[in-house]
């Protein structure tokens, strides 16, 4: 894991940390500020940004005060919890993932309403991901045909084992 030691004024001069976590949308370094835990009087969080004189990208823990509303739980932590003159920063990279979230279902499948077929669904998947429509479908039948072949075998194979279990 690559780190690098940032002195807390160094930290100050690129904004970090944001005073509020929407701060980061009007920023070119900051590029996200993320909840990590919740603590018995503050929160955690992790700031993501780019460092001008290297071009890396890194990330720093911190504490702030949390939001609460009306009420007020004390002062802030001194120093957003950092100890010392450093602190040490993690490089970091975005690595896309695929959450899987549950909603509910509109309309039913059924005759009249079919489930979308195996490309739409994919480019749905691909766009909300973060691709361009033309790209996800593209990428998805690019992958429906190099896989295909593939998962019909699979599904066949599973299907043959789960008649031999009857």
Known sequence: MSTRQFTVSELD???????RPED????DTLL???????LKYTQQRRVIFAAPDDGRT?????ES???????????????????GDTVEAVEVKPVPTLAICWEPVDVEPGPDRP??????????????????????REAAAAWIVEHGA??????????DSAEGDL
């Open 13 to 19: 001069d690129l904004g970090v940390p944001p005073h």
């Open 115 to 136: 489930r979308p077929d195996a490309l739409n669904s994919l480019v749905a998947l691909w766009v909300e991901a973060g691709a361009s429509t033309s790209d996800a």
């Open 32 to 38: 996200a500020d993320e909840h990590v835990t919740t």
């Open 65 to 83: 005060q949390l939001n609460l509303g009306h009420f007020e739980l004390g002062d802030p932590p001194p120093d957003h919890g950092w100890y």
């Open 150 to 159: 593939e998962v019909a075998n699979a599904y066949d194979e599973y299907q």
């Open 24 to 27: 980061v949308e009007d920023s």
């Open 58 to 62: 890194y990330a720093v823990e911190y």
